[in-house]
């Protein structure tokens, strides 16, 4: 009889031991990773009308993608902790990079876009575009950050402020505007808006994204596009959003090519609460929409 509790102790002392040595099955696998794959994957599943697509660019030793148009430009880094910089006429603009801590060397991508895979479950994409930057979060996991800061270098005298419609507007010293983003959007894989904002703190854009408060599927992706402003930005009421009228007034800046940019089902989305629309255009003929 004691020989067989010995015998009994002993193979439950061999089980234990042998799952103790059997990792989990999901130890294998880092939550907070996050490819240049997974990048890729997370843009394919948002709507082509959010995600930018990127301007023909060229290369350096530093920059992973050069945009140069003269007198505007957009140079991408390849060190994640380094600025992107923005120039428009004899004025520059850097932005640095959010939650970059973690993140590796620039990866370009397909299409384009130059993203920084990163193991803080937080990973940066900047696409370079003919008259400005989008850059884009991508957030892997509940647990990750909400709040997104990117530490804007603008000359000396310069502000950033909010409009009422959610977007931001950097100025020089004299008050001109230099850069401008529209309204942020951020989405979950199942294409849902997540909840987000701006928030500006001193030089810093902030963007909020709400996404811990709800139950999303992840990955999210967020958005700040930057655009040089050189343009205009004007105010219809519900009685003058009207593919005629906005045409004819965009037509007297940009000329009859960029006046036909405002397709009809843009504004009609823009106009969604009947209560009118912002229009906005730049010297490089982008023109676009918002509700207010």
Same mark, same amino acid.
């Given at each position: 009889?004691?020989?067989?509790?010995?015998?009994?102790?002993?193979?439950?002392?061999? *089980?234990?031991?042998?799952?103790?040595?059997?990792?989990?099955?999901?130890?294998?696998?880092?939550?907070?990773?996050?490819?240049?794959?997974?990048?890729?994957?997370?843009?394919?599943?948002?709507?082509?009308?959010?995600?930018?697509?990127?301007?023909? +660019?060229?290369?350096? !030793?530093?920059?992973? /993608?050069?945009?140069?148009?003269? =007198?505007?430009?957009?140079?991408?880094?390849?060190?994640?902790?380094?600025?992107?910089? *923005?120039?428009?006429?004899?004025?520059?603009?850097?932005?640095?990079?959010?939650? @970059?801590?973690?993140?590796?060397?620039?990866? @370009?991508?397909?299409?384009?876009?130059?993203?920084?895979?990163?193991?803080?479950?937080? /990973?940066?994409?900047?696409? %370079?575009? +003919?008259?400005?930057?989008?850059?884009?979060?991508?957030?892997? $996991?509940?647990?990750?950050?909400?709040?997104?800061?990117?530490?804007?270098?603008?000359?000396?005298?310069?502000?950033?402020?909010?409009?009422?419609?959610?977007? /931001?507007?950097?100025?020089? $010293?004299?008050?001109?505007? *230099?850069?401008?983003?529209?309204?942020?959007? $951020?989405?979950?894989?199942?294409?849902?808006?997540?909840?987000?904002?701006?928030?500006?703190?001193?030089?810093?854009?902030?963007?909020?994204?709400?996404?811990?408060?709800?139950?999303?599927?992840?990955?999210?992706? !967020?958005?700040?596009?930057?655009?040089?402003?050189? =343009?205009?930005?004007?105010?219809?009421? %519900?009685?003058?959003?009207?593919?005629?009228?906005?045409?004819?007034?965009?037509?007297?800046? *940009?000329?009859?090519?960029?006046?036909?940019?405002?397709?009809?089902? $843009?504004?009609?989305?823009?106009?969604? /609460? =009947?209560?009118?629309?912002?229009?906005?255009?730049?010297?490089?003929?982008?023109?676009?929409?918002?509700? %207010?």
């Amino acid at each position: 009889m004691k020989r067989n509790s010995k015998l009994l102790l002993a193979a439950g002392l061999s *089980l234990v031991l042998s799952l103790a040595c059997v990792a989990p099955s999901h130890a294998a696998e880092d939550v907070d990773d996050v490819s240049a794959t997974d990048v890729a994957d997370a843009l394919a599943g948002v709507s082509p009308a959010l995600v930018e697509t990127a301007a023909d +660019a060229s290369s350096t !030793a530093v920059s992973a /993608a050069v945009v140069d148009n003269g =007198g505007t430009g957009v140079s991408v880094p390849r060190d994640p902790t380094k600025e992107v910089d *923005l120039t428009v006429g004899g004025n520059s603009v850097s932005i640095g990079l959010p939650e @970059s801590d973690g993140a590796t060397q620039a990866v @370009s991508l397909e299409s384009g876009a130059i993203t920084y895979p990163t193991d803080s479950g937080v /990973a940066n994409t900047v696409i %370079p575009l +003919a008259d400005g930057v989008q850059m884009l979060t991508t957030i892997a $996991a509940q647990d990750a950050p909400t709040s997104f800061s990117y530490d804007i270098q603008i000359p000396q005298g310069g502000s950033i402020a909010l409009g009422a419609d959610g977007s /931001a507007e950097i100025t020089g $010293a004299a008050g001109n505007p *230099l850069v401008t983003t529209t309204a942020p959007w $951020a989405r979950d894989a199942d294409g849902r808006a997540v909840p987000t904002r701006y928030e500006v703190v001193g030089t810093d854009l902030v963007q909020i994204v709400d996404h811990a408060a709800g139950d999303y599927a992840y990955p999210i992706v !967020a958005d700040p596009t930057y655009r040089y402003w050189w =343009g205009g930005k004007e105010w219809w009421p %519900p009685q003058r959003v009207n593919i005629s009228v906005i045409s004819a007034a965009v037509a007297g800046y *940009l000329g009859l090519a960029g006046a036909a940019l405002i397709a009809g089902s $843009a504004i009609g989305v823009c106009n969604m /609460a =009947g209560r009118g629309i912002w229009v906005y255009w730049t010297w490089a003929g982008h023109v676009w929409c918002t509700g %207010p």
